[in-house]
């Protein structure tokens, strides 16, 4: 399945905490990048957080740096968001995406770098 499958969202109150898991079965994590984005009603897909492995290099959105935190495991083909201290503005469809290739540099949260697109799964933080 060349599609990532994503989980994990849910309602959750103001401050609370999810975990999003985003699988990639049978791709080993150590030859893309993967990247988080999210979309809420009426706006722009943004790019949320991103991961390239094997160095592990990461980057995050201004917006949940120091809430959100990326992670991975490979042998699981798994790549992990952990969303704490949540707000009503992190409510959105949130995506899992992969590269076709390992990038050069670092992973970057521009949509249009991401190839394989995941279904999406719905987060919703009530005040």
């Known amino acids: 399945q060349l599609q990532p499958v994503e989980s994990g969202g849910g309602l959750v109150q103001s401050g609370g905490s999810l975990r999003l898991s985003c699988t990639h079965s049978?791709?080993?994590?150590?030859?893309?990048?993967i990247g988080w984005f999210r979309q809420a009603p009426g706006k722009a897909r943004e790019g949320v957080s991103c991961?390239?492995?094997?160095?592990?290099?990461?980057k995050y959105t201004d917006s949940v740096k120091g809430r959100f935190l990326i992670s991975s495991d490979n042998a699981k083909y798994t790549v992990y968001l952990q969303m704490n201290s949540l707000k009503p503005e992190d409510t959105a469809v949130y995506y899992c995406?992969?590269?076709?290739?390992?990038?050069?540099?670092?992973?970057?949260?521009?949509?249009?770098?991401?190839?394989?697109w995941g279904q999406g799964t719905q987060v919703t933080v009530s005040s």
């Open positions: 049978g791709f080993s994590l150590d030859n893309y990048a």
């Open positions: 995406a992969r590269t076709r290739y390992r990038p050069r540099s670092d992973c970057a949260l521009r949509d249009y770098e991401y190839t394989y």
């Open positions: 991961i390239r492995r094997p160095d592990t290099s990461t």
